[in-house]
Structures are given as structure tokens and as C-alpha cells.
């Protein structure tokens, strides 16, 4: 494997889009700066905005196909982002290239989801593609440690949800939970986030707020895919299901559109806090 | 404290009831049973059911006019069933005689919802109230060991669920989570065991089918309070959500109207099947 090109050097990107805000941010963001885009479309779960950029629509197990395009398009790095339902694997019909990894694949299907994701960035490096976490191309900061915005509070809160986490960690689930007053009232496993807030909203309906949004990367964590991340449109859910703040690890969960997400958090008058491993 | 007394010798049940179908149960299985029944709707969570019995709705932290609601209506013993969401301690507005239990409520409000529930239950049994769990007002069982419908299946699935409630359960979070092929696709906390199998049809729709709803109690779990429980609903939400099964603890989980239960799954081609702990 040749040394990693970093997002400034890279010409064309292909994108492994799955589902959510992040893969049109990616691509928006590579157009501004000058780098080419290619869309792949997994199964399906990008939004019409792909339409805006080059694109092709794949379903899960075509490799092959997946590798010809990253090469006719003259794609030099890859980078995977959005959502993705994992398909059981006896559901995916895999081309001939897909066929001859599926021994592979079907180990890497055992190992979780990180662990998938994971083995998949690795064969696309095997084939001369390097794999560059989303982030690289956006703008995004890692978190600062200390208080972005506000002033810490809800210490135990945070305190007993990086507990839960770290006890979490070991099955590679999600990577946040909700805490208020003492009581964690939701995990984050396959539905993300966003989902997870929308779901502390109508839980809390019509009383009073309170409660802490704690996300931390699992640890061991492979940094070129699904790093954990908050953004302009986490703060507006946090602030929607009432929650008081957010707290994230310092260096390791991504804050895209910094500027953007202080300025979301401080309107709402919601704190946004790093802390250290 | 006086011996409990069981189910058969209650006169009038005294219902903390929040949300969901098992207050109602409870209070229909009562009437068939010729106990009477006086329903407290815990801020206005219970569903219009209640018109049906005697009832009362009284916001959190009305202690005083609970425990003179429970003596004027004759109760002899009271059953807590159903659901709530956590109120914020300074969204309650106590009466007097809540507040002389302030510091006492105050001290739970730090204990997670079990050591709540569990602290409420210890109140009314000071006050004279003896507390029953809702199930033995219930046509139900314990699970049993072993294949109670269908084959077994999913080992693997069904022991890292297993692990994962394990690693949960110093944390007073939910009892329930499923996992599909070898990963954890939701973590149940405070929205319930049929809100998150709705979550789980929704992340799964369209795609083949697969995975195991895995519940069990807390170690150390109140009987008294919150023990996890299994029913046709949970058939009903387990097969739509495309799951291929349902393991619980043997001894530990209760099997709402068993037969039916058991029928239901039968129908809908799934197992279930009960772990020794």
C-alpha cells in the first residue's frame, strides 16, 4: 500500500454514499474545493441530491462493478459515508468479484459493524484505492476539550453516560447515549443519532428538560470510517428533544461546520462540552 | 411491615397506572376475578379505559391525596403497572405530604428507575399499602426453559444479547435489545420493548428477514416493580419487525396469557425459547 494521499492532493473522490446529510456535505464540499466527485449510490439510500454530481446506483455484494467505476472514473482515494442497513448476508447477490471475496466477506459479516466496515475499507486499499475518512474533505474540526460553548454542567450525567459507553464499547454498538437526572433513557445502536434524539423528543413531550447528548468514538476505533461526529443539525435535535447540552470526547468525535455548530448551540442556549479519555 | 397477601385474598386493588396495555389487563383480569379495582392515573398517561372502573387522575407528587384516595376507596393493596416517563424533580409540584418526602424522593431520583420504582413501592408499604406485582392479578406464567415454540435457534445471537445486558445492568437502562447476524441493532431504555421492535421494523423494512429479541431482568431486579414481560403484543411486534425470534430468562420473565402468547408465535413462524440464567 503506497502512502495515503491527503484530501488536498486527491483529484477525483468516490464516494460510498449511504443514507443522510453527510455524503451530499462530502461531495458539496469537494465541488468547492476543487476536487472531482463520484456518487455511489449503496442500494439505493442516497437522496436526490446525487442527482447534482456524477453518479451510479450499485446494489450491495457488486464489487466488481463498484471497482470498474472508481477506475473508469479515475477515482485516486475512496472515502465512506452516510447510513447503511446491513443486509443479511444471504440477501446480497454478489458479482463474480463479490464472489471470490465472499469467504472473506462472510468472516468480516461475524465481526460487528465496525469490523465490516472496517475488513471492506482494507480490501479497497488491497486494490489501490485509499480510504480517507469523510471528515478530511469538510469543514470540521475535531472537539476541543473544555467547554465550546456554555458552561459545563450536568457533570454526573456526563459522568454516568461515558460509564455506559465504555461498558457499551466491547459490542461495538452506537456511540451515544441520552442521560437525565441520573437515568440514561436511550442507547444509539443501528439507527443513528438523529433517530435516537427524535425518539428522546416524544419521550419528553410536554415536560420540562434536562438531559445530556454523551457520544464518544467505541474504542479501537477505525478512524477512515464512521467516526462519530455532531454538527449544526445535532444541536437543533438536541436543543428539540430538550436536552441542556451535548458532551463529546475531545479528539475523537468530529464537529463539522464549527463555527455553524457553536453559533446553533449558543442561539438554543444548549452547552457543547469536550471531555478527555 | 404485615405479611403480603396474595393475589386471591385482595379485596380492592389500589392501580398506579401509567401508560400501555397492562394496566388495563390488570384491571379487566381483576374484575373476572371479583376484585375490585380503583384506578390512579398517574398524570393523565392512562388511556380512556379507565372510564370503565372507578378512577382518579393525580399529577406527580400528590402523595398525600394518593394514600387518602387509596384509603377512601378501601384498597388493601396496590399494584404499579404500566408506563411513565420520568418527570424532571423540579417539574413536580408536591403536595404536603410530598414534601415532607422530598429529601427521601430526592435521594431516589439519584438511584436510576428501579431504585425509584422500588423506593415508591417501600413508601406505600410503610403507609399500610402492601405492593404486588401487576402479574399475579394476570393469566400468566414464567417462562420456562428451554423451546417453548419452535426450534432453537440463533445461539450466537441470542448469547451476545445476553452479554449485552450483562454489561447494562449495573446501569438501570432498559432489559430488552435485539440482535441480528451478530450485531446489536437496538438497545431498548426508556421508550419500551414495543417502541423499539417498531424502530427495529422501520430500520429493517425491505430486507430479509433475521434476529432475536433478547429480555431478561436486571440483576437484582425489584420484583415488586417493572419485571420484564412477554406477550401477544410482543409476538405480534417481534414478527412484524422481521424477527425470527424471542429468547427471555427462564424464571424471570413473565409470559402474558400463555397460551395465546404461544399461539400467536406458532402462527407467525417464530420461537421462543428460555434461557437459564
Known amino acids: 500500500v503506497s502512502p495515503k494521499p491527503d484530501a488536498d492532493s486527491v483529484r477525483t473522490l468516490g464516494i460510498l454514499a449511504g443514507s443522510g446529510t453527510l455524503p451530499r456535505a462530502v461531495a458539496q464540499a469537494c465541488a468547492a474545493r476543487g476536487i472531482g466527485v463520484f456518487v455511489i449510490d449503496l442500494g439505493g439510500a442516497v437522496g436526490d441530491w446525487a442527482r447534482d454530481f456524477p453518479h451510479e446506483r450499485v446494489a450491495m455484494g457488486q464489487v466488481g462493478r463498484v471497482l470498474a467505476l472508481l477506475t473508469r472514473e479515475g477515482c485516486d482515494a ?11 448476508l444471504t440477501g446480497i447477490r454478489f458479482d463474480r468479484q463479490g464472489l471470490a471475496l465472499l469467504p ?43 467547554d465550546m460553548v456554555g458552561q459545563g454542567a450536568a457533570r454526573d450525567d456526563i459522568a454516568l453516560g461515558r460509564s455506559i459507553l465504555d461498558a457499551l464499547s466491547p459490542f461495538d454498538i452506537g ?23 427524535a425518539r ?52 475523537g468525535v468530529i464537529v463539522l461546520e464549527p463555527g455553524r455548530t457553536e453559533r446553533c448551540a449558543a442561539e438554543a442556549g444548549i452547552f457543547v462540552h469536550g471531555f478527555a479519555r
Open 175 to 197: 456511540q451515544a447515549v441520552v442521560v437525565a437526572d441520573g437515568v440514561c433513557i436511550a442507547v444509539e445502536a443501528a439507527e443513528g443519532t438523529a433517530a435516537m434524539l
Open 104 to 146: 472473506r466477506i462472510a468472516r468480516l459479516f461475524r465481526s460487528g459493524d465496525d469490523g465490516l466496515l472496517s475488513g471492506v475499507a482494507d480490501m479497497f486499499e488491497e486494490k489501490g484505492f485509499p480510504v480517507i475518512g469523510p471528515e478530511a474533505f469538510l469543514p470540521a474540526d475535531l472537539a476541543r476539550a473544555g
Open 78 to 88: 475512496v472515502t465512506m459515508a452516510g447510513g447503511l442497513v446491513r443486509p443479511s
Open 200 to 251: 428522546v423528543e416524544d419521550l419528553r413531550a410536554g415536560r420540562d428538560g434536562g438531559g445530556v447528548l454523551v457520544k464518544m468514538p467505541k474504542r479501537g476505533q477505525d478512524t477512515r470510517v464512521d467516526r462519530p461526529a455532531i454538527g449544526p443539525d445535532t444541536v437543533r435535535a438536541a436543543a428539540a428533544a430538550g436536552l441542556v447540552g451535548i458532551a463529546v470526547e475531545a479528539g
